[in-house]
């Protein structure tokens, strides 16, 4: 159980146009999901914190109006990363969180490029 | 502020035992994880403390000490395959997951 898949798993996309990456859980409800950002031989950053029905909350340096979060229903949240630049290339992971679980769930992460 | 101490990279030998540090000053505690991640996947739990003491899964053993605000990874019987990045996190009184900087454990034949 506690599967979360991502799509895309890949994509690129030209400068200024934007990206819709989705995150689902499968077969729980997931109270809580995170959004994450890897940059190559780096950590991950955590970049925003959604609950279902309720905005997102960014971490500092996150410009929430670049990076759109949609969190509809308790097992669908959205990333819209807006006029994306060749610096917004990353690896974008989510997970999900469940009231009944002290863990994290990971998605299998999207590799965005931006040319 | 929040901040997760890891050493960057160890190299060990195949078969032999590594021990991976980590040191933690967080804003609230509730839990302390281990994850393996592999070069262009997502991070896979490999253990959870949120008491004091050990805790043992096979070839993985995990040790929290709270009060110290360290815990480490031990990776017993080394094997190629355990060569990856393995990540602290940390759930903060927010209930965010605040991560290390990872450690690169390079395993040598």
């Known amino acids: 159980g506690a599967v979360v898949s991502q799509h895309p798993s890949w994509v690129i996309c030209k400068s200024g146009t934007s990206v819709k990456i989705e995150c689902r859980s499968l077969d729980f409800q997931a109270t809580t999901m995170f959004w994450y950002r890897q940059f190559p031989k780096q950590s991950l950053m955590l970049m925003a914190t959604s609950n279902e029905g309720s905005k997102a909350t960014y971490e500092q340096g996150v410009e929430k109006d670049k990076f759109l979060i949609n969190h509809a229903s308790l097992t669908l949240s959205t990333l819209t990363v807006t006029s994306a630049h060749p610096e917004d290339s990353s690896f974008y992971i989510c997970s999900a969180t469940s009231v009944l679980s002290y863990e994290q769930y990971f998605g299998p992460g999207t590799r965005l490029t931006v040319t | 502020g929040q901040n997760i101490d890891q050493p960057t990279e160890m190299t060990a030998t195949e078969g032999a035992i590594v021990q991976i540090n980590c040191t933690y000053q967080?804003?609230?505690?509730?839990?302390l994880f281990w994850y393996q991640q592999h070069a262009g996947e997502a991070p896979t739990f490999l253990s959870y403390n949120v008491l004091d003491g050990l805790e043992e899964k096979g070839r993985f053993s995990s040790f929290l000490s709270r009060s110290k605000g360290y815990s480490y990874l031990l990776l017993k019987e080394l094997q190629m395959k355990d060569s990856a990045s393995y990540l602290c996190?940390?759930?903060?009184?927010?209930?965010?997951?605040?991560f290390g900087p990872g450690t690169r454990l390079s395993v040598l034949p």
């Open positions: 996190a940390v759930r903060d009184g927010g209930q965010n997951f605040v």
């Open positions: 967080t804003s609230g505690f509730n839990g």
